[in-house]
């Protein structure tokens, strides 16, 4: 189990309480925590569409283009604060993703 820091515990609150909004209900343990918001049933969320939400909330939030095109590449959100809880080879994976992205802003061949 990971530790969620209070910012994360507030985002599941607020989407557990919008799910009830939608449904009527508590999400159960098998409910998606992303859901369609047009679907009449508990349905998950497109993930492409789910990444191109998260990335726009991102850019309007300020953050850095090189970590969102590395969280578009391998879905991660890495920060100080949670890359130790990371596996080796996917921090290795958001640094490679950093490193492309400065690449490319350089104009070098990938």
């Given at each position: 189990m990971i530790p969620l820091d209070p910012e994360s515990v507030d985002i599941l609150e607020k989407l557990g309480a919008e799910f009830e909004l939608k449904?009527?209900?508590?999400?159960?343990?098998d409910d998606?925590?992303?859901f369609d918001p047009n679907s009449d049933t508990?349905?998950?969320?497109?993930?492409r569409k789910l990444t191109d939400d998260?990335?726009?909330a991102m850019v309007r939030a300020g953050i850095r283009p090189a970590?969102?095109?590395?969280?578009?590449?391998?879905g991660l959100?890495?920060?100080?604060?949670?890359?130790v809880n990371l596996l080796p080879e996917d921090l290795a994976a958001w640094n490679a993703a950093i490193d492309e992205f400065e690449r490319i802003q350089k104009g070098e061949q990938q």
């Open positions: 449904f009527g209900r508590k999400p159960g343990p998606p925590v992303f508990p349905q998950p969320m497109d993930p998260l990335s726009f970590p969102v095109y590395a969280f578009q590449k391998t959100m890495v920060t100080e604060e949670n890359e």
